[in-house]
């Protein structure tokens, strides 16, 4: 649901004698891209690239030479040749700070340079780079000046927010969002809808499943009817209907919308609409074939090097196995979604995954024949669900106190400890059960001018079990990840950690380990080092 879409700035025309017979194409490449999206730009914008090729081109030359590349990186990026659109948006930028320098603000080179360098931040993110992009948008940002057009400054809130949800900072996201859809709907009412497909997407990534439909649905009556934004319309509309059940009219909608990115010029997202189709088919029964779509879409998906949407399909991959009772290799499919996450620092999102693993290696011991089998699988579910079940409860301090904290206590951090209190209760260990309840009956507090918990001085990410063998346990951190940014915490509260707790009075030695293996393997901190009875 996140809304990656090139403004395709296609200039003023020639403007000067020299250049005034490209007029009529700019003209033709303007109508092109309209009617029929960036793909259809493409032999108008090489031709105006052409006429600018030569050794004594002026600096108004070089700024139609910058636009038409503009174009042709929209083009690239739709055709999904990632690589090439950066090249070329950064040469276009390039070329713009050459005519700026010449021609000052004349022919607003610069807002050329500033939509490009919005562009190339909406490509960067398509590969997973959100900081490279947030570096795009913050130079994009540094030009503005009182004629930059609503489009851009749009385009720059609604870019950024994308990239701050993906890194996790989920109130700030909502707070881009929201200035994305107030430039909108005062200069540019007809975006504003990307601006409520955005907030949906929060919604959705947060848990409010409800508050996710509602937006969608306010963004569906906003929609443009030009064939992308309808296909975006129904691609959106297709997910909210396949979570709500309805199979055969998600069907219908991934297929519209496929059809719509196929005439709207963007090839890119039509093979994403495979993704949907796969799990369309799942929800069916149809594995096989839902397999068979997962892979071509999976193929697509790491030519072009989208790693968003290499990890929904690696999870759809693992859903589908699971399906199927191929456990094995299920895991696999979790775990290669695992490795993408944790190259980007996405903690909340590993903790995720592996409460799903966790949940799938306890049906996997639920099938299980022989006793050993079985505890064996059980003793990797524990190691999956209990520091998940941890770390998801003490990641609510990451949230403003408000409704999206409570999302994430409902529908994720809830959700784990159900899941770890279920395979403690079939382990029939009693001692674990009762220091997990009074865990959660101490959970964390935020206390202002508490002290904050230094992440990056924890370990990376401990070597994680697979439930099916040693073949698939998960690779080390990554330095990447040890450096990606953490959401951040409101300003005006820090974190202050609650003691653990001595829930026995033997001790709790056991489960105290549990809360440092759940520290050492999500990089955050879960409890001080003080320790109190509970009784």
Request: a negative charge; one cysteine or more; aromatic letters at 4%.
């Amino acid at each position: 649901m996140s809304v990656y879409e090139p403004l395709g700035l296609r200039g003023p025309g020639g403007g000067s004698e020299r250049w005034q017979h490209l007029d009529a194409i700019f003209a033709e490449m303007t109508a092109a891209y309209a009617s029929g999206g960036a793909t259809a730009s493409e032999p108008a914008a090489h031709r105006i690239l052409e006429a600018t090729l030569m050794d004594d081109v002026d600096a108004a030359g070089l700024d139609i030479r910058a636009r038409a590349l503009s174009n042709l990186a929209a083009v690239s990026e739709a055709k999904a040749d990632l690589e090439k659109s950066i090249a070329l948006a950064t040469e276009a930028i390039e070329l713009c700070k050459r005519a700026e320098a010449e021609l000052g603000s004349e022919r607003r080179a610069v807002d050329v340079r500033i939509g490009c360098l919005i562009n190339r931040a909406q490509t960067k993110a398509l590969r997973g780079d959100h900081a490279g992009g947030c570096e795009d948008l913050a130079a994009a940002e540094s030009a503005f000046d009182e004629e930059t057009p609503a489009l851009l400054r749009f385009g720059l809130h609604i870019t950024r927010a994308n990239a701050l949800m993906s890194m996790e900072h989920f109130q700030e996201a909502d707070a881009e969002f929201r200035r994305a859809i107030e430039v909108a709907l005062t200069h540019e009412p007809r975006v504003a809808s990307f601006g409520y497909a955005g907030l949906a997407a929060l919604a959705h990534r947060t848990g409010d499943r409800a508050l996710a439909r509602d937006q969608m649905r306010l963004a569906r009556e906003l929609q443009a009817t030009e064939p992308a934004s309808a296909a975006q319309a129904d691609e959106n509309l297709a997910r909210m209907l396949l979570e709500q059940g309805d199979i055969a009219a998600a069907e219908e909608h991934f297929a519209a919308a496929a059809d719509g990115y196929q005439r709207g010029g963007d090839p890119r997202r039509a093979a994403g609409c495979l993704v949907g189709r796969a799990a369309v088919l799942l929800a069916h029964g149809k594995l096989i074939p839902a397999r068979r779509l997962a892979r071509q879409a999976l193929s697509n998906f790491i030519a072009q090097g989208a790693i968003a949407a290499q990890i929904e399909t690696h999870l759809l991959l693992g859903d589908i196995h699971a399906g199927g009772m191929r456990f094995y290799d299920s895991d696999k499919s979790y775990l290669q979604a695992r490795t993408l996450c944790e190259a980007q620092g996405s903690m909340h999102e590993l903790a995720r995954i592996d409460v799903r693993r966790a949940g799938i290696a306890y049906a996997a011991a639920s099938a299980a024949i022989r006793a050993s089998e079985k505890q064996r699988r059980l003793d990797v579910a524990l190691n999956l669900a209990l520091p998940a079940a941890l770390a998801t409860d003490a990641m609510r301090a990451k949230f403003a106190p408000g409704p999206v904290r409570e999302r994430w206590v409902t529908e994720v951090a809830s959700v784990a400890l159900s899941i770890a209190l279920q395979i403690i209760t079939a382990m029939q260990h009693t001692r674990l059960a009762i220091e997990l309840i009074e865990f959660a009956a101490s959970s964390s507090t935020l206390e202002a001018g508490g002290t904050t918990a230094d992440q990056k001085s924890l370990p990376l990410l401990a070597q994680a079990q697979s439930p099916f063998g040693p073949d698939f346990a998960l690779a080390a951190g990554s330095g990447a990840a040890l450096n990606a940014t953490p959401p951040a915490e409101p300003a005006d509260l820090e974190l202050s950690l609650p003691p653990r707790l001595r829930g026995l009075p033997d001790g709790s030695a056991e489960f105290h380990l549990w809360i440092a293996e759940a520290e050492r393997r999500y990089r955050l901190r879960i409890r001080s080092d003080d320790v109190i009875d509970a009784w």
